[in-house]
């Protein structure tokens, strides 16, 4: 194995066996003289590949490509028919809901149990248990068998217990990184971290941008069953995917009720020209939750937030906004300590924890001296008009900081201090619309040009 490599998988094949009766399953047992009652099947062929120390791989391949075969080969939980693994390093896998955890034990005894498969010694996982169930934050349940948690409280203790195992290696699957939106951008932290100090990540999803805003590299599964593989630069794969994948749509057959459009029908009276302003363009309605107050902080502690929340144009609190609507955010922080040169932050993240806007009070404040006496309420107000956001879950991070540029420290940063949630029915990709997009359409018939 090559000296940097931490993973190296050398003409790696997995081969199943397919019966097509149980009788033939049966036949297999009392089979002689190497008869085969079965048919294989390669989920896995000869794959090589490898990766190094302090890379993120994304995995992605339609549904039956080999993923979770390859990764269960990884984690050494299948065995290669052919080819082989080498491993360089402590693994832990997010791949099935808590595999490994016995539903009759309590949640306390299954995490003695699963970081002791990982190689922790009783008093190492006593110094590191309290850690685990905060993180997981499933509170008394920990005392529970594991057979009465919800699936969202399996993942939570699942993804504490592998953030504190010391992995080198993390596999994991991004369908099962879930649980609610605030632990998942918990998760979301925590594996930023990990990449950020140098661990090894293999993470399997469907979804591209996932990948390509997580990865620098990524491996396509290209064909079942064939040797069809491609690795490369994240973006430069998901692209080559993506045009596979609308290729493939292409090329199949239309499904029972799709009507095509019957082209021999007369069309209705087609206007010269068609205008479609921001309203008509059906605005996407935006969901907003209250002050998560007790988010994960960190700040020295001048001054602390007792309020965050969203507002409309008069000043009225809202649970709801329509995408192009005047907002604001509306922050109050009760200040401790005299603070000179005050700065507000506002972050809004999509569900990977990616920083899609951030605005701060810094340039603003800073021509004029502002200073807070300890005992200030200080409310301040960001305005502006709902984003357009692409369907799914945001979350707001509120900061209040002392300084200037670069220049200051956190008094008080909540993650995750306001959870968004989009109901967005035009934007297919990307993060954001245009604001304010209004459309124009001009149709001139054949024959009716004016002439040059
Ligand atoms: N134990 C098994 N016996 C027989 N065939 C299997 C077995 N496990 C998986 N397969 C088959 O191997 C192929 C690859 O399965 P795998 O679960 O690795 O794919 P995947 O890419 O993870 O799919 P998905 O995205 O749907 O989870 C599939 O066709 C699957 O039906």
Redesign the pocket.
Same mark, same amino acid.
């Given at each position: 194995m090559s000296s940097d490599a931490i993973i190296e998988v050398a003409h790696v094949s997995k081969l199943?066996?397919?019966y097509d009766s149980p009788k033939q399953r049966l036949s297999q047992l009392f089979a002689r003289g190497g008869r085969k009652h079965y048919r294989e099947?390669a =989920?896995i062929r000869d794959l090589s590949f490898r990766v190094e120390r302090g890379q993120t791989v994304g995995v992605i391949?339609?549904?039956? =490509?080999?993923?979770?075969?390859?990764l269960q080969m990884i984690c050494g939980t299948l065995t290669p028919t052919d080819g082989e693994i080498n491993v360089r390093g402590r693994v832990a896998a997010l791949l099935e809901l808590g595999a490994g955890f016995n539903p009759e034990f309590t949640g306390r005894e299954n995490v003695y149990i699963a970081s002791a498969l990982y190689g922790l010694s009783r008093q190492q996982v006593d110094a590191r248990f309290d850690r685990i169930v905060a993180f997981a934050d499933i509170g008394a349940f920990i005392d529970q068998p594991v057979k009465t948690y919800s699936s969202g409280m399996f993942v939570r203790l699942a993804f504490a217990v592998i953030a504190h195992v010391d992995a080198e290696i993390l596999v994991i699957d991004e369908a099962l990184a879930v649980g609610d939106v605030f632990f998942q951008q918990k998760c979301m932290r925590f594996l930023r971290q990990f990449q950020a100090n140098g661990g090894t990540m293999l993470f399997v999803s469907?979804d591209t941008s996932a990948i390509v805003n997580l990865c620098r590299t990524a491996l396509w599964?290209k064909k079942?069953s064939t040797s069809e593989y491609v690795m490369g630069d994240s973006d430069e794969v998901c692209k080559a995917y993506l045009r596979d994948f609308y290729a493939q749509q292409v090329q199949e057959e239309p499904r029972a009720g799709d009507a095509a459009p019957d082209l021999a029908a007369p069309a209705p009276a087609q206007p010269g020209a068609v205008s479609f302003t921001p309203d008509t363009l059906q605005p996407s309605v935006v969901q907003i939750s209250g002050f998560n107050a007790g988010g994960e902080s960190f700040g020295r502690g001048g001054g602390r937030f007792v309020d965050a929340c969203f507002v409309n144009a008069r000043g009225q609190r809202i649970d709801t906004a329509r995408a192009g609507e005047p907002v604001a955010v509306r922050l109050q922080v009760r200040i401790d300590q005299q603070v000179v040169y005050p700065a507000f932050g506002i972050t809004i993240k999509d569900r990977l924890g990616q920083f899609i806007i951030s605005e701060s009070t810094d340039q603003a404040f800073r021509s004029s001296r502002v200073v807070f006496a300890a005992g200030d309420l200080v409310t301040v107000e960001f305005a502006f008009r709902m984003p357009e956001l692409l369907q799914g879950h945001y979350m707001v991070d509120i900061a209040f900081a002392e300084g200037q540029g670069h220049d200051h420290v956190q008094h008080h940063w909540i993650h995750d201090a306001i959870a968004l949630s989009s109901l967005n029915g035009r934007l297919v990709q990307g993060i954001c619309g245009l604001p304010e997009l209004s459309l124009r359409l001009a149709r001139t018939p054949v024959g009716a040009e004016l002439p040059a």
């Open positions: 199943y066996h397919i099947f =989920a391949g339609r549904n039956g =490509a080999g993923k979770s075969t390859l469907h599964l079942p």
